[in-house]
């Protein structure tokens, strides 16, 4: 039997309390709805979402009652929790949210045909999520629907964007394929793999040069954030107006001499790689082996000395001990999502 849609508020089931579940719950719940959080018993967050005030049950259970079961747990384990306990488990006619397109994008999650899937993805990490709702605004959210089954997806992927405080910023549409492409694009040419090899290098031609290990942190790695806040706040041309004629100068003529035609040309080969699908074929070949080329690189980026010349110095600037960390992680580092997966 279909379910009865009526007007009320969809309950909904947070599956996975780490970065983001833990800012979705919180903030649905502030929002009025009618939270249950899923996990599995004795798994590494379950202390926090019972001390947050939620009733916690099995991921199966948390399923089978809610309008909206949001699938926030490490993208890796997905499609086995979907296969193996989700769609066994989800009401008939309920919706399947997540939080990246990944799994549904790229085929390893053929979701049922009775169900509504959409997609809600903040534009920040979960920890972001929750302080910008804390005081009243939000984090931009982007959403798509991949599948309509109740004629309701998109009010019900707007309603929930609405419920975690990304109406308060911006809701844009978008599709599966778009958000997993760019997002993973983003993450890997410029926010995360650009930005940190960009620094070392960076460090590493100054200290090799034989300047202080300090001063060549201040330069490359502390200072960037004032240029982020600059763009952040009003784009490259707020940086324009806030840096020297020095600098500027400085930037047009060295800034293409260090990101060229070259790098150009590598960035379309790596978005090549994540739109045939070799990115993920290869990463789900990694993980499944056990993630050792994960754990090697992730060990190397630990032991760069610039990490070393950061503890020291930051352990000196008093509001940076103050500061409430905005990338806090209440989860086990993504290292061990092997052994949770298990
Ligand atoms: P996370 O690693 O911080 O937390 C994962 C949670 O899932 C933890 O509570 C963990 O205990 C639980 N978990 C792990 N395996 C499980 C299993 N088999 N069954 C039930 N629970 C399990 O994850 P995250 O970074 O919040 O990512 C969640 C989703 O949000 C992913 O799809 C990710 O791509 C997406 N996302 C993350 C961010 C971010 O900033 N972290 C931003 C946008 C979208
Ligand atoms: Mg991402």
Request: charged share 25%.
């Amino acid at each position: 039997m279909t379910q009865q849609h009526t007007d009320r508020q969809p309950t909904i089931a947070v599956i996975g309390y780490g970065s983001q579940g833990r800012a979705h719950a919180l903030n649905l719940r502030d929002s009025g709805f009618d939270v249950t959080v899923g996990l599995r018993p004795g798994g590494p967050t379950e202390q926090r979402a019972t001390a947050d005030g939620f009733t916690v049950v099995t991921p199966a259970e948390a399923a089978a009652k809610a309008d909206i079961v949001a699938v926030l747990t490490p993208d890796m384990v997905q499609a086995k929790l979907y296969e193996e306990v989700l769609a066994p488990n989800m009401r008939e006619g309920a919706c399947l949210l997540f939080a990246h397109g990944f799994n549904v994008h790229y085929g390893r999650i053929a979701p049922r045909e009775d169900l509504d899937v959409i997609l809600v993805a903040p534009k920040g990490p979960g920890a972001l999520v929750r302080r910008e709702y804390e005081i009243g605004r939000g984090v931009p959210c982007i959403f798509a629907v991949e599948q309509d089954r109740s004629g309701r997806a998109e009010a019900l992927a707007r309603t929930y964007a609405a419920g975690i405080g990304g109406a308060r910023a911006n809701v844009i549409r978008t599709t599966f394929k778009e958000e997993t492409e760019t997002d993973l694009f983003g993450e890997q040419a410029v926010l995360c793999g650009g930005a940190s090899a960009l620094v070392q290098a960076g460090y590493e031609t100054l200290v090799e040069a034989g300047y202080q290990p300090e001063i060549a942190y201040y330069e490359v790695l502390h200072e960037l954030k004032l240029i982020v806040d600059l763009f952040y706040e009003g784009g490259i041309g707020r940086m324009l107006e806030f840096i020297s004629e020095t600098a500027q100068y400085g930037d047009f003529v060295s800034g293409p001499r260090i990101i060229d035609a070259g790098t150009k040309a590598r960035m379309k080969e790596v978005l090549a790689d994540i739109q045939d699908g070799t990115f993920a074929r290869n990463w789900i070949a990694e993980y499944e082996a056990g993630l050792p080329n994960y754990k090697r690189h992730r060990q190397a980026d630990l032991d760069h000395p610039i990490e070393e010349t950061g503890r020291k110095l930051r352990a000196a600037m008093q509001w940076l001990q103050d500061a409430r960390p905005v990338a806090a992680k209440p989860a086990a580092s993504p290292a061990t999502a092997q052994t949770e997966a298990a």
